[in-house]
């Protein structure tokens, strides 16, 4: 079965410093990997997403992630962060062709961001 | 303008009371799906459902039904709720190819006292 797990439930950094998020996947055969962003009181909104190729994917609002099949992570980064990125943020993996969880989404637990100005 | 929308946005009910949320998107999607938010759980798959009369059990099916009568809507459906239910409830709907992109509705949030 896939899986997900964020190991960080809150993540405090100071504005313009750097960030990383970590995010750790199980899957059986290559996956389908995503990052997405909630804001307070919002929907999700997709930042990225890695289905093959380069294993570094660049994103929306200045985000990039880089797939390492080795350490079945797919860490997010951000150079500077700004006030806005204050959000929860999810990692999630999808399963691939062929398989039994083709199509299916699963969640990791999210990430908590507080920017301190 | 392409977008998912959830009613309500807000629910308070109490036991036992039958109650629908409803989803509806406009970017003729084949797959939707129903999540449930919870605090440290991330999002949970309660059902998806491939096209119209297909639909299938996610990962926390129990308490909960849902139909697929129209493309367009599928209503998320609880015929006796319990307090164990008070969560954020999210749909999200995407193409049928595989991993396409989710577009997410803005939440409904529910409390069953």
């Known amino acids: 079965a896939q899986s997900v797990t964020q190991p960080d439930i809150h993540i405090t950094v100071s504005e313009g410093a750097s960030l990383e998020l970590r995010c750790n996947y199980s899957y059986g055969a290559t996956p389908y990997l995503f990052w997405y962003v909630q804001s307070p009181g919002q929907g999700l909104q997709l930042l990225l997403k890695?289905?093959?190729?380069?294993?570094l994917v660049q994103g929306i609002k200045g985000f990039e992630a880089e797939f390492k099949r080795s350490q079945s992570s797919f860490n997010l980064r951000k150079p500077s962060v700004h006030w806005s990125d204050a959000a929860e943020y999810f990692c999630a993996v999808g399963g691939g062709a062929g398989g039994t969880s083709y199509g299916k989404l699963t969640f990791g637990q999210g990430t908590i961001l507080t920017v301190h100005p | 303008e392409a977008q998912v929308t959830q009613n309500p946005r807000y629910l308070i009910t109490v036991t036992g009371k039958k109650l629908t949320v409803t989803c509806s998107q406009n970017?003729?999607?084949?797959?939707m799906s129903w999540y449930r938010q919870d605090p440290g759980l991330g999002l949970r798959q309660i059902y998806y459902s491939m096209n119209v009369e297909v639909t299938d059990k996610g990962d926390v099916p129990e308490g909960y039904k849902v139909s697929r009568k129209e493309k367009r809507n599928f209503p998320l459906i609880l015929e006796s709720p319990s307090p164990n239910q008070t969560s954020l409830y999210f749909c999200?709907?995407?193409?049928?190819?595989?991993?396409?992109?989710?577009?997410f509705g803005p939440g409904t949030r529910l409390l069953v006292l």
């Open positions: 890695y289905f093959s190729g380069d294993t």
């Open positions: 999200a709907s995407r193409l049928a190819g595989g991993l396409e992109t989710q577009y």
């Open positions: 970017m003729n999607h084949e797959y």
